[in-house]
Nanobody, 124 residues
Framework: QVQLVESGGGLVQAGGSLRLACAAS????????MAWFRRVPGKEREFVAG????????YYAESVKGRFTISRDDAKNTVHLQMNNLKPEDSAVYYC?????????????????WGQGTQVTVSS
């Protein structure tokens, strides 16, 4: 099990940028697949971006492709989500998630470890 803590959320105007961070502790996160999800009230958690271990491939939801970038620094046990050209529809609570297997997965149910979430609000 790995413990996850997100930071970096906030209020930003449309077109602006934010950089979210996810700090992992416990077992080494370098072997974990990491992902970002988001949720708005009344909806299921939505996959945003993921990255495989060992500098593996990145993958994105179509809605954020070209605007968001996921990266990892295994020396610091940290994963980042750089969000550019933000839109009001990006407003949500963003969650960091981890799983121990190197398998592409966009389903929230595949991730046993979660952070508490950080709020992102984009004003129009």
């Amino acid at each position: 099990q790995v413990q996850l803590v997100e930071s970096g959320g906030g209020l930003v105007q449309a077109g602006g940028s934010l950089r979210l961070a996810c700090a992992a502790s416990g077992r080494s996160s370098s072997r974990y697949s990491m992902a970002w999800f988001r949720r708005v009230p009344g909806k299921e958690r939505e996959f945003v971006a993921g990255i495989r271990p060992n500098a593996g491939s990145e993958y994105y939801a179509e809605s954020v492709k070209g605007r968001f970038t996921i990266s990892r620094d295994d020396a610091k046990n940290t994963v980042h989500l750089q969000m550019n050209n933000l839109k009001p529809e990006d407003s949500a609570v963003y969650y960091c998630a981890a799983k121990a297997h190197n398998v592409l997965d966009r389903s929230a149910s595949a991730y046993p470890d979660w952070g508490q979430g950080t709020q992102v609000t984009v004003s129009s």
